[in-house]
């Protein structure tokens, strides 16, 4: 990956909808040499899907919660049966498996607190969590969805 490759990574990350023209331009290349780029990133899997980020607040799941949870089941059998459990809820935006003392990390988006106990309804429907405890963010002070590219080969 050349600076090349990481500048039009850059650009992407920050607006998506921008022209390859305009890309190209910016950077020093060709449009074509610059289109040819963008598709071998996304032929090798480092540009992924393009989507839009969507207002929070407008949409009213302004309160983020993040779950801890807690099992004694770690199965694969389990694991997919509580994959397909979390799947299903909506409000559950980001899952992770965790080493440490928490098994699981989830993030979640809801209105209020009695959206929150909605989902936490359901979580409590999985067989197996021993454990959940949750801690409701006060203030954003920092989301990207932008990686660091002074690390990318």
Sequence with gaps: MDKFDKAILETLQ???SIAIG?????????NTAC?????KLEEDGILGKRVALLDREKL???V???VSLKTSQHSAQWLKSF????AEIAEITE???MAGDTDYMLKMVVPDIKGYDKVYKQLIQIPGLLDISSSFAMEQIKYTTSLPLRYAV
């Design 83 to 86: 994959n397909i459990g979390v």
């Design 60 to 62: 009213n799941v302004g």
């Design 35 to 39: 289109w040819r780029r963008i598709q």
């Design 64 to 66: 983020t919660v993040f």
């Design 14 to 16: 920050h607006d998506c």
């Design 95 to 97: 899952l992770y498996r």
């Design 22 to 30: 305009t890309i190209a331009e910016r950077i020093g290349l060709g």
